[in-house]
């Protein structure tokens, strides 16, 4: 299990890089799209796709032909057997990394879940140091009317750029300086963060901001967090000018009259705001440059468009994945029926095989007894007919990289045939079906239709 969850996610961050490469190539073909921050929720949302189950195909799987014939024709030489790796001491530390991976995997993402719950707790530390404002100290009439429930203005002595944060009850945070802009510019300032506040943008960057922190081992999913609030900050400059027209060159003016009395590099983190931190200098030029060679928006045929494309390339993915996919082979295998001795070993000789050898492995025990996969894999047969009639009742099971394994003599069924089974799952019970001489579990281990010698396997005493 541990297995499958690690390589899932490395899946996943391999996945996630070359869709943040895919889309940069778009935006160099499309530059409106880095006025549509919903697009980066659709790359992020398609960085999970592994992580979501794989259709299911038919597969035809080879039934090995020395299971369908009687025991005197299937009888072959004997040869050293080549030792399976779950045996070999290499694999003792494999078994180990696993588990180990994957729990150093949770505590990084544990601790920068506490880091992100840090970076919180100041920025609502330096809400509540701030002093309560008025609404109509900054907002007219019009404005006021449109605002949720519990909606505050503070201000802080502090030089940040002014920003907008909150969970369920928001609050607009202005520096004191605020007041030596001209009102022009300061209702500039109130307009663009009152649209971050319309387009829930710090609801957004907080979750977003979470995500990030608990799949740190995908390193694209950082740069999608930076490009989200840069095209956050481009589509509120664009929102604020088309609410206000012409006023394009006033706008700049205060994007660098503000630039010039904030000190950028303590901003809070979590805040979506006019001005951002020191490490997004670069996106200063692009805003300005955007005031005044505005690319046309993307229409609202265009984003449908390009949904429909990444909801079609989801699409093609899973269904490529679940053609290409199948069972993992086995890393450790599993005794088949717990506290039971062995009465027959692989190549055994007895008289009443008339000293053929044994092909597989008997478990002695009692009629009823519950028998377990030996490993994960899938069920390809399950009833007492498929193979030959002297196996009585048997499940056939298929692990991949060409091994299966089979339980023959049983008593009862607890699985389907296709269906999928962990390592240690019930399958059945013991039984005396087929050609016994009393209640026992047959056990046989195959490698592409060969069968093994299962000590080589398992721990048999």
């Not at 992100?116 to 609502?124: G, N, S």
């Not at 989801?314 to 088949?336: D, E, I, K, N, Y």
């Not at 029926?337 to 008339?354: D, T």
Request: glycine share 6%; with cysteine.
């Amino acid at each position: 299990m541990a297995q499958t969850i690690v390589l899932t996610l490395l899946q996943c961050s391999v996945w996630s890089a070359l869709l943040w490469w895919l889309l940069q190539q778009l935006q160099r073909k499309i530059p409106a799209l880095t006025l549509w921050p919903m697009l980066y929720w659709l790359i992020l949302v398609l960085g999970f796709l592994p992580l979501l189950p794989t259709p299911e195909f038919a597969t035809a799987w080879p039934l090995p032909s020395v299971l369908l014939q009687d025991a005197v024709l299937s009888v072959h030489t004997l040869t050293a057997q080549p030792q399976h790796p779950a045996v070999t001491p290499a694999l003792l530390s494999w078994q180990l990394l696993w588990p180990l991976t994957l729990t150093i995997l949770l505590l990084v993402s544990f601790w920068q879940l506490l880091k992100v719950a840090q970076q919180w707790h100041r920025l609502q530390r330096l809400i509540q140091l701030a002093q309560p404002l008025p609404l109509s100290a900054l907002l007219h009439k019009n404005q006021r009317a449109g605002l949720p429930a519990g909606f505050t203005i503070r201000q802080t002595p502090l030089t940040v750029s002014p920003f907008i944060a909150g969970g369920r009850r928001m609050v607009l945070v202005v520096p004191a300086y605020i007041w030596q802009l001209p009102p022009e510019q300061r209702g500039l300032l109130v307009s663009h963060e009152l649209v971050h506040l319309k387009r829930r943008d710090p609801q957004q960057l907080l979750l977003l901001r979470i995500v990030v922190a608990c799949c740190w081992f995908m390193p694209s999913l950082r740069y999608l967090e930076r490009a989200f609030s840069h095209s956050t900050e481009l589509a509120v400059d664009r929102a604020v000018l088309q609410q206000q027209p012409g006023q394009a060159v006033l706008y700049g003016q205060t994007l660098l009259h503000s630039l010039k009395l904030s000190q950028s590099a303590r901003t809070p983190a979590m805040a979506a705001g006019f001005i951002q931190a020191n490490t997004d200098k670069a996106l200063y030029p692009q805003r300005l440059a955007a005031l005044f060679q505005q690319a046309p928006a993307l229409s609202a045929t265009a984003k449908s468009g390009l949904g429909l494309l990444f909801a079609g390339l989801m699409l093609l993915s899973q269904f490529s994945w679940g053609a290409l996919s199948g069972p993992v082979a086995v890393a450790q295998w599993r005794l088949p029926v717990v506290n039971a001795g062995v009465s027959s070993f692989f190549a055994e000789r007895h008289p009443i095989r008339q000293q053929r050898p044994h092909q597989g492995v008997d478990f002695a025990a009692a009629k009823g007894v519950v028998v377990v996969a030996g490993g994960q894999g899938r069920v390809l047969i399950a009833d007492d007919s498929s193979l030959n009639s002297r196996y009585g009742k048997v499940v056939l099971i298929e692990h991949g990289a060409g091994y299966q394994t089979l339980y023959a003599h049983l008593d009862a069924f607890h699985v389907k045939p296709g269906q999928l089974v962990r390592g240690g799952e019930p399958i059945g019970t013991v039984g005396d079906t087929g050609r016994v001489t009393g209640p026992h579990l047959h056990f046989e281990i195959l490698l592409n239709g060969e069968q093994q010698n299962p000590a080589l396997y398992l721990p048999l005493e």
